[in-house]
């Protein structure tokens, strides 16, 4: 079945960015110039997704704002003659056909994805999470999609991660079936370095099959009340098979401090308008030990 629908969440918190997000949504933070939920929301487009569905909550209209037309700046920038600005700006506001859903309490991933259930219906969606970007030759959205073609079934985004890191992820105990691709034996959440099956993180792309909607009612709420995606992973690989994709791209946590400044620093380094000048200024800085 043709995957026509991409769930963005974005209605986390985003503590680890305040106060910078104590009245604006993290999504919207500029990686130079464009905000995160536009690069992601253009993964999914040159991924070849039809419908977009945003999960937002309170504080969040900016980004409804974003992708909505603005009559009043299209009019001052035709004023101006900026005509290039005014192109991109009306650009952004065809980029999708987007619909926003509010999760009305922050409950966690799981139930922010429960919330789209209605709107998914019962096909296969792509799930994006915006914190994580990634940069590659083809949409890293684009080269899942290929995997659940072969496979018919749900396919998670992994990433090899420094051993010593592993407890900061979902990993999974893989079973290589091709170069990149992996049969999911079972998922351990957060585990420390000695008892991880594997050094696979999960990051932020999925495709999920609709069951998951189901199994994400039946788990049960871990700290703080939250609902956690990769308990119902868990209880669906009861059900199903499902993959693993080492993608081919590089990815930047951009929901973490230290992951948005390298994220910032490197695309400022690839524009074409700024990055020689931006090379120069670093090259001259005189960085203490
Ligand atoms: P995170 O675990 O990174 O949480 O969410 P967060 O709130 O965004 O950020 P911190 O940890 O407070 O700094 C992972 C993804 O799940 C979404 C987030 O928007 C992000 O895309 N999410 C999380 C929701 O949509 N709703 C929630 O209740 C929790």
């Not at 890293?140 to 999609?145: I, R, S, T």
Request: charged share 25%; glycine share 6%.
């Amino acid at each position: 079945m043709k995957i026509r629908k991409g769930v963005i969440t974005a209605a986390g918190w985003g503590t680890r960015f305040l106060p910078a997000t104590k009245s604006q949504p993290k999504e919207m933070l500029p990686l130079v110039d464009k905000p995160i939920i536009q690069y992601v929301v253009e993964e999914a487009v040159a991924s070849g997704i039809e419908q977009i569905i945003i999960i937002t909550a309170l504080g969040k209209h900016a980004i409804e704002n974003h992708f909505d037309r603005s009559f009043d700046l299209e009019y001052a920038l035709k004023q101006k003659g900026d005509e290039k600005r005014l192109q991109e700006i009306k650009r952004i506001s065809e980029l999708a056909r987007i619909c926003y859903i509010r999760q009305k309490e922050q409950l966690g991933l799981g139930h922010a994805v429960s919330v789209a259930r209605d709107f998914v219906g019962d096909e296969p969606f792509a799930l994006f999470l915006p914190d994580d970007l990634i940069t590659s030759e083809v949409p890293a959205m684009k080269q899942m999609l290929q995997v659940y073609d072969s496979y018919g079934c749900s396919v998670i985004a992994v990433e090899p991660v420094a051993p010593e890191k592993t407890a900061a992820y979902g990993i999974i105990e893989p079973k290589q079936v091709e170069e990149r691709v992996h049969q999911v034996l079972s998922l351990v959440e957060k585990p420390n370095p000695e008892e991880a099956p594997s050094n696979l993180a999960i990051v932020g792309r999925y495709i999920l099959t609709p069951e998951i909607f189901t199994l994400l009612e039946k788990v049960v709420p871990g700290a703080g009340g939250e609902i956690q995606l990769t308990d119902a992973l868990r209880l669906l690989l009861d059900q199903q098979g499902i993959y693993a994709y080492q993608f081919q791209g590089t990815r930047y946590d951009t929901g973490e401090p230290l992951g948005f400044l390298k994220a910032s620093v490197e695309f400022a380094l690839s524009r074409p308008d700024l990055g020689t000048e931006f090379r120069e200024y670093l090259r001259q800085l005189q960085l203490p030990d």
